[in-house]
């Protein structure tokens, strides 16, 4: 400003209220920064904006309202708002342009530094092959994870395997042992299976040589069913047997009867007598005398393989109904023993067949017993009825 300029009042105040304007409106410069700023471009400036020009009518009415210089006349203010918009203009032109490039380089420096943010906690790998190496990294650890299991399964199962073989060893020791013991590795020879019926053969026989005079159905039908008895090696049913005697026979059959059981229980050593005879047994009443009659029973035959029950016409409906129980095919509580049941009748021995057998027991026992418990009493008893034949000069020992 030269000096003419520097003299004249209303120059220096437009020089004053330039500065003023400026040193107001004008921003603080920002630090630089040179590494992210972008190169300046060469270019003019841009023209201004709609923004720049409203800002420049505010500042003019704000000067305006606020009446910063009173002292000045109407032309001297409208000269200085002239002179004060061009200046502005002036101003706000190079104002714009600057905030311009300092609004762009600092965009660009927020852009990076979020990206650079961004970018901290995760690093994009640069191409497949880093992706395709982790993958691999992740299936080894894997498959070493699974080959860990498994050698921890295998092992698991190799200490149960070996702990089974120790104690399949051990039990097979102790079997060996117990064996020895037993004679079972010795030089013993194995007994073969006693045949009973074998031995009992030799003394049925005995018996029919000193009877002669008896059938062949007879001794078919006491052989059978003792057979039957001794070959079975577990019984399901009794042997039960009806020895009719005819008038004039009774000590016949009785003692016949007696040898059949006595060398029955001796082939398994039995040397008890094996009798009961139901004239000897309580007569006072028939609960009695089946109460009597099942005490002998139990006591004979659990020493014994066979019993004589002699004189069966003597007893009383529900004593004789004790039979049902003993002699059943089921229940039988002595499902190997044989029973038999010696019948003293009146009748001759021409007149006695299966048939009259069962008249003579319904006779005796069928009023009381009734139409249900005679007939299934008759079916466990009378299947096997053998008829005695008078003998001549029998020596009856027993």
């Given at each position: 400003m030269s000096d003419s300029e520097s003299e004249d009042p209303f120059i220096q105040k437009s020089y004053d209220l330039r500065n003023?304007?400026?040193s107001r409106f004008t921003r603080p410069p920002l630090?630089?920064?040179?590494?992210?700023?972008?190169?300046?471009?060469?270019?003019?400036?841009?023209?201004?904006?709609?923004?720049?020009g409203r800002n420049v009518k505010t500042k003019q009415k704000r000067a305006k309202k606020n009446n910063l210089y009173p002292d000045l006349d109407d032309d001297a203010g409208i000269r200085e708002t002239e002179t004060e918009s061009e200046t502005e203009d002036a101003s706000v032109d190079n104002t714009g342009e600057e905030e311009d490039n300092v609004d762009g380089a600092n965009m660009k420096r927020d852009d990076l530094n979020r990206l650079d943010e961004e970018s901290r906690p995760y690093v994009r790998p640069n191409n497949r092959n880093e992706s395709r190496k982790r993958a691999e990294r992740n299936m080894k650890g894997n498959k070493v994870d699974q080959n860990d299991s498994a050698s921890a399964k295998g092992s698991g199962m190799g200490q149960?395997?070996?702990?089974?073989?120790?104690?399949?060893?051990?039990?097979g020791v102790y079997l060996v042992v117990e064996n020895r013991n037993k004679g079972v590795f010795s030089d013993e020879v194995v007994q073969p299976p006693v045949d009973f019926y074998k031995m009992y053969k030799p003394k049925f026989e005995a018996i029919r040589r000193k009877y002669p005079s008896q059938s062949t159905r007879f001794w078919k039908v006491i052989g059978s069913a003792i057979k039957r008895l001794i070959n079975v090696p577990l019984s399901t049913y009794p042997a039960v047997i009806i020895l009719a005697v005819p008038e004039g026979s009774t000590k016949v059959g009785?003692?016949?009867?007696?040898?059949?059981?006595?060398n029955l229980n001796s082939i398994f050593n039995h040397t008890d007598p094996a009798y009961i005879d139901a004239l000897s047994l309580n007569s006072v009443s028939a609960e009695k005398m089946k109460l009597d009659m099942d005490k002998r029973l139990i006591s004979v035959l659990s020493d014994s393989r066979g019993v004589v029950i002699d004189h069966i016409e003597s007893l009383k409906p529900q004593a004789a109904l004790l039979f049902h129980g003993y002699c059943d095919g089921d229940n039988a509580p002595y499902k190997d023993a044989a029973f038999i049941l010696v019948l003293h009748t009146s009748t001759s021995e021409h007149g006695i067949r299966d048939a009259k057998v069962e008249e003579i027991l319904t006779e005796l026992w069928g009023r009381d017993l009734g139409i249900d418990e005679m007939p299934a009493l008759l079916s466990r008893i009378a299947n096997s009825v053998a008829v005695l034949l008078p003998e001549q000069n029998v020596n009856c020992e027993l």
């Amino acid at each position: 400003m030269s000096d003419s300029e520097s003299e004249d009042p209303f120059i220096q105040k437009s020089y004053d209220l330039r500065n003023t304007v400026r040193s107001r409106f004008t921003r603080p410069p920002l630090p630089e920064f040179k590494a992210r700023m972008p190169p300046k471009s060469k270019t003019s400036a841009s023209p201004k904006s709609p923004r720049q020009g409203r800002n420049v009518k505010t500042k003019q009415k704000r000067a305006k309202k606020n009446n910063l210089y009173p002292d000045l006349d109407d032309d001297a203010g409208i000269r200085e708002t002239e002179t004060e918009s061009e200046t502005e203009d002036a101003s706000v032109d190079n104002t714009g342009e600057e905030e311009d490039n300092v609004d762009g380089a600092n965009m660009k420096r927020d852009d990076l530094n979020r990206l650079d943010e961004e970018s901290r906690p995760y690093v994009r790998p640069n191409n497949r092959n880093e992706s395709r190496k982790r993958a691999e990294r992740n299936m080894k650890g894997n498959k070493v994870d699974q080959n860990d299991s498994a050698s921890a399964k295998g092992s698991g199962m190799g200490q149960l395997l070996l702990w089974m073989g120790v104690l399949c060893v051990i039990v097979g020791v102790y079997l060996v042992v117990e064996n020895r013991n037993k004679g079972v590795f010795s030089d013993e020879v194995v007994q073969p299976p006693v045949d009973f019926y074998k031995m009992y053969k030799p003394k049925f026989e005995a018996i029919r040589r000193k009877y002669p005079s008896q059938s062949t159905r007879f001794w078919k039908v006491i052989g059978s069913a003792i057979k039957r008895l001794i070959n079975v090696p577990l019984s399901t049913y009794p042997a039960v047997i009806i020895l009719a005697v005819p008038e004039g026979s009774t000590k016949v059959g009785t003692c016949l009867a007696k040898e059949l059981v006595t060398n029955l229980n001796s082939i398994f050593n039995h040397t008890d007598p094996a009798y009961i005879d139901a004239l000897s047994l309580n007569s006072v009443s028939a609960e009695k005398m089946k109460l009597d009659m099942d005490k002998r029973l139990i006591s004979v035959l659990s020493d014994s393989r066979g019993v004589v029950i002699d004189h069966i016409e003597s007893l009383k409906p529900q004593a004789a109904l004790l039979f049902h129980g003993y002699c059943d095919g089921d229940n039988a509580p002595y499902k190997d023993a044989a029973f038999i049941l010696v019948l003293h009748t009146s009748t001759s021995e021409h007149g006695i067949r299966d048939a009259k057998v069962e008249e003579i027991l319904t006779e005796l026992w069928g009023r009381d017993l009734g139409i249900d418990e005679m007939p299934a009493l008759l079916s466990r008893i009378a299947n096997s009825v053998a008829v005695l034949l008078p003998e001549q000069n029998v020596n009856c020992e027993l």
